[in-house]
């Protein structure tokens, strides 16, 4: 539950899991342990919605995992300051450094297209716990 909390708040400022009630969040864990997938996504949704009169979250919850199994979670933003969309292609520079350049990612076993947009990814491949699970491949 700390993990979901933390994406909301990168996502939403932590205003939809502070607005639920107890029974919200009982359904939700219980719909995760117990696999009933409708009783967990009836509350997740509220989640996975980007904030209202905004074009996406405030921030994407992202995890980058290496070959060796460590990840780094960065501060990452859906769109530009001129309002342009970020995509795959984006993160991948921003998780490259001058020795290890980050040539692609992988995500619940898929290569990702370069050109997704970052708010897609988030809304449709997150995992339970509402960060994007990124597995990237270094050249």
């Not at 359904?27 to 995760?32: E, N, P, V």
């Not at 309002?83 to 990702?112: M, N, Y």
Request: a neutral charge; glycine letters at 6%; hydrophobic letters at 35%.
């Amino acid at each position: 539950m700390s993990s979901l909390k933390e994406a909301d708040v990168l996502k939403h400022r932590g205003q939809v899991v502070s607005a639920m009630q107890k029974k919200d969040h009982n359904q939700l864990w219980l719909g995760l342990v117990n696999d009933k997938f409708d009783q967990f996504w009836a509350v997740n949704r509220r989640l996975m919605e980007p904030i209202p009169d905004q074009d996406g979250f405030k921030h994407i919850p992202v995890r980058c995992y290496a070959e060796d199994g460590t990840y780094q979670q960065k501060l990452v933003a859906p769109g530009t300051e001129s309002g342009q969309k970020r995509t795959l292609q984006d993160l991948l520079e921003d998780f490259s450094t001058p020795v290890r350049k980050a040539v692609s990612a992988r995500s619940h076993g898929i290569c990702v297209p370069e050109s997704t947009p970052l708010q897609w990814l988030s809304e449709h491949l997150s995992y339970p716990d509402n960060f994007l699970h990124l597995c990237l491949v270094y050249a």
